[in-house]
């Protein structure tokens, strides 16, 4: 069982047709209705960071005309149009005509510049073209525990940059690069819902853990029941 106040920590590895989704479970299909919500019906999407492109699949079979983008192509077995690029780099000049909208899910905390990105996104997009993004929430109630406990947000600790998470982004720093950079933000969603108190024994320790989960809850403000942020942004002139 797991609603809104409860839950035991399910099992992190997702896949879909095969492939394995390298995002919390509940990102890619959150991702997915606000793409419906802000490109048209077959518009051209150029995923970014696309892994084994479990989301470029997906998309697809939304009856979107999608291309996919990674720094490896190791994992990438569709025979969706894929085009190998690091993001930190020139990718643009590697990306052949204009997209009706970008996708960008779990990619930004990765890199090394976010202005870069989301300049160079601009650059691939068709006049009143979208961007779809999303990284994880440093401002839950969770991370902001974390945080409080060892100086450190929620998947972006020590063992975080193993996989690459260099660049914690909460909302009040994704607001203010996207408008430094000409972005601005049409909708806002929290994905991955946080429930307040999270078991995976009974143990006293638990027990003291989740009343200080409950605590942090009630004292949080703003974005602070998902795991992660996803954003719809337009371009400005």
């Not at 999608?66 to 930190?88: H, I, K, M, Y």
């Not at 899910?105 to 979208?130: A, T, Y």
Request: proline share 6%; net charge neutral.
């Amino acid at each position: 069982m797991r609603n809104k106040w409860l839950g035991i920590r399910a099992p992190k590895v997702e896949h879909y047709k095969g492939l394995e989704v390298h995002a919390h479970p509940a990102v890619h299909p959150a991702a997915v209705s606000m793409l419906e919500r802000h490109a048209p019906q077959g518009a051209e999407v150029l995923d970014l960071g696309a892994g084994a492109g479990a989301f470029t699949q997906r998309i697809a079979d939304h009856g979107f005309r999608v291309t996919g983008v990674d720094a490896s192509a190791a994992e990438w077995t569709s025979d969706l149009p894929f085009v190998q690029a690091d993001l930190n780099g020139d990718w643009v000049s590697k990306v052949h005509g204009k997209f009706d909208a970008v996708c960008c899910l779990e990619v930004i905390e990765h890199l090394e510049n976010p202005w870069k990105l989301l300049r160079d996104i601009r650059s691939v997009l068709k006049p009143g073209g979208r961007l779809v993004l999303s990284t994880p929430n440093t401002t839950s109630f969770v991370s902001r525990l974390t945080f409080l406990r060892i100086g450190e947000f929620a998947f972006f600790g020590t063992p975080d940059l193993s996989y690459g998470h260099i660049r914690p982004l909460s909302p009040f720093e994704t607001r203010n690069v996207a408008a430094q950079t000409n972005w601005r933000i049409v909708e806002t969603v929290a994905a991955g819902m946080i429930p307040v108190f999270e078991f995976e024994s009974f143990r006293p320790r638990e027990f003291a853990t989740n009343a200080l989960r409950g605590l942090a809850f009630v004292l949080s403000k703003g974005e602070n029941r998902g795991n992660v942020m996803l954003y719809a942004m337009d371009m400005q002139p």
